[in-house]
């Protein structure tokens, strides 16, 4: 069965950096195309960025270019998100989600890793 | 990249059928037929409910439907159960190729 276990969310001072993993099994990971969704408490979802099967292209939303980076290691299943010069209201819980076979849709996400960033 | 617009609450009596929009623009919802709608119980990851539109995944009742409008996107719950009492998002892609999710909508079931 799909399973998405993230890890490395924390409490981070504003202005440091923070490095999320999702490790994924169950499988072919090298064949999907994986995001990162965020959740800030009490809030919506707010998608966060996309990178496709191979690397090859990444998106991100506004809210997070050019601070935030999302890479792949397809020999070990994993995603990563490292996030640098973090704000406040980066404060959520960050889930991997497995992009569907259309690249339209998210049809499975870990369960998330909280991320706090206070001083 | 402005959320989607849903209502905040909607709810209704077991076995009615209640529908959330979900409203952006032509460079999203009204641009493409790649909307997707996600159930979320408290405490919990979200589910893929509904994508490009109007399909459901396998294992998804066939009580929710989803479609669409110009730039509005609808899912409807028919014969609601308690069980639907949840938070609802959609979500679209955008011509940015980038993804938008919608502001979230509380489902009530009274």
């Known amino acids: 069965q799909v399973q998405l276990v993230e890890s490395g969310g924390g409490v981070v001072q504003p202005g440091r950096s923070l490095g999320l993993s999702c490790a994924a099994s169950?499988?072919?990971?090298?064949?999907?195309?994986m995001h990162w969704v965020r959740q800030a408490p009490g809030k919506g979802l707010e998608w966060v960025a996309i990178?496709?099967?191979?690397?090859?292209?990444?998106y991100y939303a506004d809210s997070v270019k050019g601070r935030f980076t999302i890479s792949r290691d397809n020999s070990k299943n994993t995603l990563y998100l490292q996030m640098n010069s973090l704000r406040a209201e980066d404060t959520a819980i960050y889930y991997c989600?497995?992009?569907?076979?259309?690249?339209?849709?998210?049809?499975?996400w870990g369960q998330g890793t909280l991320v706090t960033v206070s001083s | 990249q402005s959320a989607l617009t849903q209502p905040a609450s909607v709810s209704g009596s077991p076995g009615q059928s209640i529908t959330i929009s979900c409203t952006g623009t032509?460079?999203?919802?009204?641009?493409?037929?790649?909307v997707s709608w996600y159930q979320q119980h408290p405490g919990k990851a979200p589910k893929l409910m509904i994508y490009?539109?109007?399909n459901r995944p396998s294992g998804v009742s066939n009580r929710f439907s989803g479609s669409k409008s110009g730039n509005t996107a609808s899912l409807t719950i028919s014969g609601l159960q308690a069980a639907d009492e949840a938070d609802y998002h959609c979500?679209?892609?955008?011509?940015?190729?980038?993804?938008?999710f919608g502001t979230g909508t509380k489902v009530t079931v009274l």
């Open positions: 989600a497995r992009a569907d076979a259309g690249n339209t849709a998210f049809d499975y």
């Open positions: 169950g499988f072919t990971f090298s064949h999907y195309g």
């Open positions: 990178i496709w099967y191979d690397g090859s292209n990444k």
């Open positions: 032509s460079s999203d919802v009204g641009g493409y037929n790649y």
């Open positions: 490009d539109v109007s």
């Open positions: 979500n679209s892609y955008t011509s940015s190729s980038t993804f938008v």
